[in-house]
């Protein structure tokens, strides 16, 4: 559907031949599409613009190019920096503790419940990890029985009390119950909520409050929108979270919100989910998450 | 508030605010044409003229479904048994969506039945079943991993035999790009024929109000898979605006009947074109 980027670039640049140094006026158009292409990718359309006049700048006053594609190392500056933008220190998850405890939180139907399983099973994995699964979502319609159907497919326990209606306290329990288990890793499944839900925000917070985790990972849907920002933003103020997931990427879906929620809050984006078995779950690379969303 | 002049500083805002809501660049640039060509530029206007006139062009976009499949809940439904079959990719609300519809039917006198054809995702048959308790309606089920097809022909055999007036059945998830799951949706489609020729009458295609340009690819990829006849659009209750579904309706003519406002059975609100526009720019008030 996307005509490719270079190509787009190319037409662009034809305007420039015979000029002798890129200038403002003359590079306007080619910024113009790469702006386009990353906004078509969800990419916000403020940090696009940023973006795009941060690219600008970098290439006033260079010689205009003259190799036979332009576009093409145009595509190049624009991808790197890209990649730059969304590396940067990569981040092992800290599961160090006794039990560590890692709490998931997001907007509803992001893929929390089905990533907790998905790392349940990672960390079950690797040498020295015990985990525990612990459903502290007590509104979504059969929750409970959705974490202990992973649960069983990847041989994890779950932790649950279908009559408790307080998702701090439950979270605190299983905390006591994971030392009598053994279990060193905790990882809190909670309910979906949307960040304007000021009830729901307060309960998540107390929930860190409450069990102190190593790690507060934000699920987010590739899909996402525009409102990718704001989302990242209200959560991050919350809770200042510790890093990114992001789901869905088994979808056609160009993914821009990684870019904006990364250039919002600046946290490392830790894992990829990619698909709905339990072993579709990848760390982060930014240079494939660049070229993705410059349909490369 | 005043006076003020359609300027590049106006559309400029304009055009922030469309692809600030996910409008996209494509349909953005379309209504800020039709609005170039209608009002001369640096013509004095005040605000409630161009918003009126946005508000005219971009409704436009938005088209009705055709009298013959329109309905409202406590109308008499186009035909008897009314077959909704709900497809959408992972997470968008399709169950909830579901028991949020049966809620309604049922409160407007309706006989609703809902088919459990999500056997897949983990315990979607046990979270469709606690809507059919709170809806206080009746659902066909088998267990877990059988064949959504045969799950979809019962349901429908079954309202056909109870009398129902309205089925609702329920699908897994699944990404518009993996065919062979799109393949599978089709074929729940065609067995359901086996039993009603003209059935599903609405294939009602739920898109997260949240999501980005991928929509697009959406309603394309099941509407070719399944001839999607209505949207629905959740999770409006948030800060996101869903504004791609201005240029799915555009481009490919399917009506958006509803709107998903929270996570509760009263949650649920019939489209109106005019108070959506209205929130696509904060209007409201
Ligand atoms: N294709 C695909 N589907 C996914 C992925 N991650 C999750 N899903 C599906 O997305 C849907 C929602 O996932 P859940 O894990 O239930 O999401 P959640 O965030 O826990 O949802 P709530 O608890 O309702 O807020 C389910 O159908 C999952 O199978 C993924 O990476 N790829
Ligand atoms: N805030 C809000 N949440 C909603 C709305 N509709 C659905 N949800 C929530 O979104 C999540 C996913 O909803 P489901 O109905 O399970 O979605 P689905 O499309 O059936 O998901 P799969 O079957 O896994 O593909 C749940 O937590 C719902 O409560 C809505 O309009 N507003
Ligand atoms: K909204
Ligand atoms: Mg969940
Ligand atoms: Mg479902």
């Given at each position: 559907?996307?005509?490719?980027?270079?190509?787009?670039?190319?037409s662009?640049?034809?305007?420039?031949?015979?000029?002798g140094?890129i200038?403002?006026?003359?590079?306007?158009?080619?910024?113009?599409?790469?702006?386009?292409?990353l906004?078509?990718a969800?990419?916000n359309?403020?940090?696009?613009?940023?973006?795009?006049?941060?690219?600008?700048?970098?290439?006033?006053?260079e010689?205009?190019?003259?190799?036979?594609?332009?576009?093409?190392?145009?595509?190049?500056?624009?991808k790197?920096?890209?990649?730059?933008?969304?590396?940067?220190?990569e981040?092992?998850?800290n599961?160090?503790?006794?039990?560590?405890?890692?709490l998931i939180?997001?907007?509803?139907?992001?893929?929390?419940?089905?990533?907790?399983?998905?790392?349940?099973n990672?960390?079950?994995?690797?040498?020295?990890?015990?985990?525990?699964?612990?459903?502290?979502?007590i509104?979504?319609?059969?929750?409970?029985d959705?974490?202990?159907?992973?649960?069983?497919?990847?041989?994890?326990?779950?932790?649950?009390e279908?009559?408790?209606?307080?998702?701090v306290?439950?979270a605190q329990?299983?905390?006591k119950?994971?030392?009598?288990?053994?279990?060193?890793?905790?990882?809190?499944d909670?309910?979906?909520?949307?960040a304007?839900?000021?009830?729901?925000m307060?309960e998540v917070?107390?929930v860190?409050n409450a069990?102190n985790?190593?790690?507060?990972?934000?699920?987010?849907?590739?899909?996402?929108g525009?409102?990718?920002?704001?989302t990242?933003?209200a959560?991050n103020?919350r809770l200042?979270f510790?890093?990114v997931?992001l789901?869905?990427?088994?979808?056609?879906?160009?993914?821009?919100?990684?870019l904006?929620?990364k250039?919002?809050?600046?946290k490392p984006?830790?894992?990829?989910?990619?698909?709905?078995k339990?072993?579709t779950?990848?760390v982060?690379?930014?240079?494939?998450?660049?070229q993705?969303?410059l349909?490369? | 508030?005043?006076?003020?002049?359609?300027?590049e500083?106006?559309?400029d805002?304009?055009?922030?605010?469309?692809?600030?809501?996910?409008?996209?660049i494509?349909?953005?640039?379309?209504i800020?044409?039709?609005?170039?060509t209608?009002?001369?530029?640096?013509?004095?206007?005040n605000t409630?003229?161009?918003n009126?006139?946005?508000?005219?062009e971009?409704?436009?976009?938005l088209?009705?479904a055709?009298?013959a499949?329109?309905?409202?809940?406590?109308?008499?439904?186009?035909s008897k048994?009314?077959?909704?079959m709900?497809v959408?990719v992972?997470?968008?609300?399709?169950?909830?969506?579901?028991g949020?519809?049966?809620?309604?039917?049922k409160?407007?006198g309706?006989n609703?039945?809902?088919?459990?054809?999500d056997t897949?995702r983990a315990a979607?048959?046990?979270?469709l079943?606690i809507?059919?308790?709170?809806?206080?309606?009746p659902?066909?089920?088998?267990?877990m991993?059988?064949?959504?097809?045969?799950?979809?022909f019962?349901?429908v055999q079954?309202?056909?035999s109870?009398?129902?007036?309205v089925?609702?059945?329920?699908?897994?998830g699944?990404?518009h790009?993996?065919a062979?799951?799109m393949?599978?949706?089709?074929?729940?489609?065609r067995?359901?024929?086996?039993?009603?020729?003209d059935?599903?009458?609405e294939?009602?295609?739920v898109?997260?109000?949240?999501?980005g340009?991928?929509?697009?690819?959406?309603?394309?990829?099941?509407t070719?898979?399944t001839?999607v006849?209505?949207?629905?659009?959740?999770?409006?209750d948030?800060?996101?605006?869903?504004g791609?579904?201005?240029a799915?309706a555009?481009q490919f003519?399917?009506?958006?009947k509803?709107?998903?406002?929270g996570?509760k059975?009263?949650?649920?609100?019939v489209f109106?074109k005019h108070?959506?526009?209205?929130?696509?720019?904060?209007?409201?008030?």
């Amino acid at each position: 559907m996307f005509e490719s980027l270079s190509e787009r670039l190319d037409s662009a640049f034809k305007s420039l031949k015979g000029e002798g140094r890129i200038t403002e006026l003359n590079i306007a158009a080619t910024v113009k599409e790469i702006r386009r292409a990353l906004i078509d990718a969800d990419v916000n359309y403020k940090i696009a613009k940023e973006f795009t006049d941060k690219v600008k700048d970098a290439v006033l006053g260079e010689k205009v190019i003259t190799a036979i594609s332009p576009g093409q190392l145009m595509t190049k500056i624009v991808k790197d920096e890209l990649t730059e933008l969304m590396g940067g220190n990569e981040v092992e998850l800290n599961a160090k503790g006794n039990p560590a405890i890692i709490l998931i939180a997001g907007l509803q139907g992001s893929g929390k419940t089905t990533f907790s399983g998905k790392l349940a099973n990672y960390l079950k994995g690797k040498k020295g990890f015990s985990p525990m699964l612990v459903a502290a979502d007590i509104y979504r319609p059969a929750a409970i029985d959705q974490l202990k159907v992973l649960g069983g497919q990847i041989g994890v326990d779950v932790y649950s009390e279908p009559e408790n209606k307080d998702a701090v306290s439950i979270a605190q329990n299983a905390v006591k119950e994971a030392k009598t288990r053994n279990k060193n890793v905790l990882i809190i499944d909670t309910a979906g909520r949307l960040a304007v839900d000021e009830v729901m925000m307060t309960e998540v917070a107390n929930v860190k409050n409450a069990v102190n985790p190593q790690e507060i990972l934000f699920v987010v849907d590739s899909m996402t929108g525009q409102d990718a920002v704001n989302t990242a933003k209200a959560f991050n103020d919350r809770l200042n979270f510790s890093g990114v997931v992001l789901t869905k990427l088994d979808g056609d879906t160009r993914g821009g919100a990684a870019l904006s929620i990364k250039y919002t809050v600046d946290k490392p984006i830790k894992f990829i989910s990619s698909g709905e078995k339990m072993d579709t779950l990848d760390v982060f690379y930014p240079e494939r998450m660049a070229q993705r969303i410059l349909g490369m | 508030a005043g006076k003020s002049t359609v300027d590049e500083e106006v559309l400029d805002n304009l055009e922030e605010a469309l692809v600030g809501a996910d409008v996209g660049i494509d349909t953005t640039v379309q209504i800020i044409e039709r609005i170039e060509t209608r009002v001369a530029k640096d013509k004095y206007l005040n605000t409630t003229e161009l918003n009126n006139i946005l508000q005219q062009e971009i409704e436009a976009m938005l088209v009705d479904a055709p009298s013959a499949n329109s309905y409202a809940f406590d109308s008499e439904l186009p035909s008897k048994p009314y077959v909704i079959m709900v497809v959408g990719v992972n997470g968008v609300g399709k169950t909830t969506t579901i028991g949020k519809l049966a809620h309604n039917f049922k409160k407007a006198g309706k006989n609703v039945l809902l088919g459990a054809a999500d056997t897949f995702r983990a315990a979607a048959v046990d979270q469709l079943t606690i809507w059919s308790e709170r809806a206080g309606v009746p659902i066909v089920k088998q267990d877990m991993g059988s064949d959504p097809a045969a799950v979809a022909f019962d349901t429908v055999q079954s309202g056909v035999s109870r009398g129902s007036d309205v089925i609702l059945i329920d699908t897994a998830g699944r990404l518009h790009n993996k065919a062979h799951l799109m393949d599978e949706l089709s074929k729940i489609r065609r067995v359901m024929q086996k039993v009603i020729p003209d059935a599903p009458h609405e294939v009602l295609l739920v898109l997260d109000g949240s999501t980005g340009q991928n929509a697009l690819e959406q309603a394309k990829h099941f509407t070719a898979a399944t001839d999607v006849t209505a949207l629905a659009i959740t999770k409006l209750d948030g800060t996101a605006k869903g504004g791609v579904v201005l240029a799915i309706a555009n481009q490919f003519k399917i009506p958006v009947k509803f709107i998903g406002v929270g996570e509760k059975m009263e949650d649920l609100l019939v489209f109106n074109k005019h108070e959506f526009v209205d929130s696509l720019f904060n209007l409201e008030k």
